[in-house]
Structures are given as C-alpha cells and as structure tokens.
C-alpha cells in the first residue's frame, strides 16, 4: 500500500491526509507544533494516525509522496533530507486536483487575491452554481473533494501553494499583479518569485483562460517571454485593441466574444481604483463559465468585502479607524493609501520581509501626518522614515498603538493600519492582528 506522508496539521494538512484515507493510501501526519482541538478531532474520526511538536524521521522518510503544508520553507533540514533521497513532495491543491473533474477558477498575485477570489466566489454562488471556495480561503480543496462534488472550485492561491503544484491545472487562471513580496523564500531573487506565480499558467490549453492586468510591467515583460496557449482576457482602466474589461466613462464594461456589459462605477460595492481591477477580473471569470449578466451586475452591487482589507472599525470623535491588517507587503500599503481621502496616521511593521519602503514614499509625503511603529524590531522602517516624517513612536502592543494613534490624530484624519510586514513577532498572523486592533478600537 502507497505510504502517504503530510506535513503540516493546519486547514490543508488535514484535509489531505482525510482525502489520502478515502482513496486507501496508508496515511500519517506530523507537525513540529501543536494540531488544534479540530484538527484532531477530524484524523481521529477518519482513523488516521499523528504525531505533534515533533517530526519522527522513521516514520517520515519511508513515505512514497510527501504532502507539505505552504508554510513550510524548502529549505527546512527534513525536506532537504526528503528531497536527497528522491522521494515526491506536492502541496494539498496538486495532490486534491488528481480525484475532481471540477472547473478550477484560480486566483494569484501579490495583491487583491482574497477580495477577488471572495468576488468570484459570490457571483458564482449567486447565479446557483454548485460551487466550494479553497485555497488561502474557505475549507480544504482536498477535505471538499473528498467529501462534496462540486461542479466548479475558486481557488486562492500562494506562490507557496504553487511552488508545490506540477500536473494540476487552471481551467481559468486570474494573476491580478506581480510586485516583490516573500523575497526571504525566493533567495532574494525577485524572478523566482515571479516564476512561483507563472506556475498558475502551466498546464494550460488554447481551450483554458488567462485573466490579467494588461499594464502589470512584470506580467507584461513575463508574457512576452513566454510561449502562452492560453486564451488571453486582459483587464486595464484604459482600453487598448486587447482589453476585455476596462473603465469608461465611468461605467466597468466586460467586452468579449460573448458578451457585452456595462454597469456605472458608481454602483460597484467595492470603491477605490484597486477594487475596480478585482471587479473586472472576477467579472471576466463569471463572463467566461456563461454566468448571466443581470447575476453579474446584482452580485458586484451587493459583496460585502473582506474582513481586515480596508475594513472601517468605527469613528471615534471624527477620527476614523480602517483596519488593513492583511496588507502583509508593501505594495498593498501603497493600494491602502492610494484609497485614503483624509490625512492618515499610519501604523506599521512586524516581520520585515526585505522591504522597499520607498514605493511609498510619496503617498507617505502627501498624506501622511504621523507613524506608529509596531514591531519587535523597527530598525528598517526608522532608516527610511526618519527626517520624512515628523510624528514617529515605537510601540510593542496593539493597545498602545491604538491609543498612540488616537493622541496623535486630529479632527477629521483616519488612522489606518496597513502593517507592510507579516505578524508572527508579536501576533499569531494577520487575522489576529487585525482582531487586536478592532478590540482596541472599540474599547477607546
């Protein structure tokens, strides 16, 4: 019997190791940390032996196929012994896409992925498509294939989750945006970063889709490069002889083959110039599986957004508190900013992941009145902001850059926290993080 290794006892662990089961491959699990109470309850229900905060390399290194969770890096000492001795290491979604027949709509890019895939997801469930949500959002794509049987799957991908992907494929592939982000697992290398995210086109036929920002200048560059079958949907706020979504006077229209449609920007749910490229791309999606168009216009009217992506908390003596906790990279700032009306007082920090701050330094000039750094180490961002602006404290809690932020905001501004790093140095991840702030927002 085929010995099934998963690392990693998280949403896609699990999940792999109950599908891996029900096809009667001999499964285990280890996880260097503690599984949570759920987690464990859904092994035990299926049978299925672990092990937690520790790997045994006798149980391990035996494996026919190893399922590795994203989170863990390639260049962990046990994958590099798994990896010496040849044996196959694939993530959950490569392993799930061997038993469904299911349309995977997949979504990368380094910004805007959660919103978009969310988008997609709504519209499709909305016009009564039988439709699950996977990936870095919703349930395990292995745990629904093995126990649902959908017709369609949206799908959000990492350029982690990719990197662990060989024979699966996109039937339709959205790629939103490429800028630097994750750089410590790429070597620092910027194009093996943008290699990870091309993966999200291998596979594909002339019979498949590709959705994608036609003014991105790595996509752009990337495409040229390379020899794509895909059929090509490009999205722009101004059209070229290519665009299949773009804005005009003031009215998103979806132009393709098949279809026409046009609705006022006006009534879009989602506002802001970023919002408008995850509209379009989620439109070109539902165009492309023949979802019709009143479905369309009613679902981009009434989504209600993604909680920690420039989510309003509350306003508190006419200052307002806009929580961006999932702006994990700098460029997702740079969208947050771009959005803001008001002065902002920005907090930032946490894990630096080989930042450049200086894509936001302009923004940061125009509206930007005061900083508040929340790390275990700030010594980056007080390189570069230093002398730029005139307001900066270092905090070590949530709490204290509530209250730091509100002392320093006047009448009218929005405090906005947009991190640029990732959380682990002083929270669990984002979400916590982001839950952190709203608490503290509200107990002022």
């Known amino acids: 019997m085929k010995r099934i290794v998963v690392l990693g006892g998280?949403?896609?662990?699990?999940?792999?190791?109950?599908?891996?089961?029900?096809?009667?491959?001999?499964?285990?699990?280890?996880?260097?940390?503690?599984?949570?109470?759920?987690?464990?309850?859904?092994?035990?229900?299926y049978g299925i032996s672990w092990e937690e905060?520790?790997?045994s390399e006798y149980l391990i290194l035996n494996a026919d196929e190893v399922i590795k969770s994203p989170g863990i890096p390639d260049k962990a000492p046990l994958i590099k012994k798994l990896k010496i001795i040849g044996t196959p290491i694939i993530s959950e979604i490569e392993f799930a896409g061997r038993y469904t027949n299911a349309k995977m709509i997949c979504i990368t890019g380094s910004n805007g992925k959660t919103t978009t895939t969310m988008l997609v997801y709504h519209i499709l469930k909305n016009a009564g498509l039988n439709v699950g949500l996977a990936g870095n959002v919703g349930h395990s794509l292995a745990l629904q294939v093995a126990n649902d049987n959908?017709?369609?799957?949206?799908?959000?991908?990492?350029?982690?989750?990719?990197?662990?992907?060989?024979?699966?494929?996109?039937?339709?592939?959205?790629?939103?945006?490429?800028?630097?982000?994750?750089?410590d697992r790429y070597d620092y290398k910027f194009q093996n970063y943008i290699d990870s995210k091309f993966r999200i086109l291998q596979n594909q036929t002339k019979d498949d889709a590709l959705i994608f920002w036609e003014n991105d200048p790595v996509i752009k560059a990337e495409l040229a490069k390379r020899n794509i079958q895909s059929a090509l949907f490009p999205f722009a706020i101004e059209r070229s002889e290519k665009t299949k979504a773009f804005i005009e006077k003031d009215e998103l229209i979806i132009s393709t083959l098949n279809t026409l449609f046009s609705m006022p920007t006006t009534e879009l749910a989602l506002q802001g110039m970023h919002n408008a490229y995850n509209s379009?791309?989620?439109?070109?999606?539902?165009?492309?599986?023949?979802?019709?168009?009143?479905?369309?216009?009613?679902?981009?009217?009434?989504?209600?957004?993604?909680?920690?992506?420039?989510?309003?908390?509350?306003?508190?003596?006419?200052?307002r508190f806009i929580n961006d906790s999932?702006?994990?990279?700098?460029?997702?700032?740079?969208?947050?900013?771009?959005?803001?009306?008001t002065k902002v007082i920005?907090?930032?920090?946490?894990?630096?992941?080989?930042?450049?701050?200086?894509?936001?330094?302009?923004?940061?000039?125009e509206k930007v009145t005061g900083m508040i750094f929340m790390g275990l180490d700030n010594s980056a961002l007080h390189t570069f902001f230093d002398g730029k602006v005139k307001n900066i404290v270092d905090v070590k809690s949530m709490e204290a850059a509530v209250e730091s932020a509100y002392r320093m905001a006047n009448e009218g501004d929005s405090?906005?926290?947009?991190?640029?790093c990732a959380s682990f140095d002083l929270f669990k991840n984002y979400e916590d993080r982001g839950k952190q702030f709203k608490h503290c927002v509200r107990n002022l």
């Open 10 to 45: 998280g949403e896609s662990g699990a999940g792999a190791a109950v599908l891996a089961k029900k096809k009667g491959f001999d499964v285990f699990l280890s996880d260097l940390s503690e599984i949570k109470p759920a987690y464990k309850a859904l092994l035990d229900q």
């Open 53 to 55: 905060r520790k790997h």
């Open 150 to 183: 959908f017709d369609y799957f949206v799908v959000e991908l990492s350029s982690f989750q990719l990197d662990g992907m060989t024979e699966f494929k996109a039937d339709i592939a959205i790629l939103l945006n490429i800028t630097p982000d994750h750089l």
């Open 280 to 319: 379009m791309a989620a439109g070109l999606a539902a165009t492309i599986v023949n979802v019709k168009k009143e479905n369309i216009r009613q679902s981009l009217q009434d989504f209600q957004g993604v909680e920690h992506r420039l989510e309003y908390v509350a306003t508190v003596r006419n200052v």
């Open 326 to 341: 999932k702006a994990t990279n700098v460029n997702s700032c740079w969208y947050a900013l771009q959005s803001m009306k």
């Open 346 to 365: 920005l907090i930032l920090g946490g894990t630096d992941k080989g930042n450049d701050y200086s894509e936001i330094e302009e923004l940061v000039n």
């Open 415 to 420: 405090v906005l926290l947009s991190p640029c």
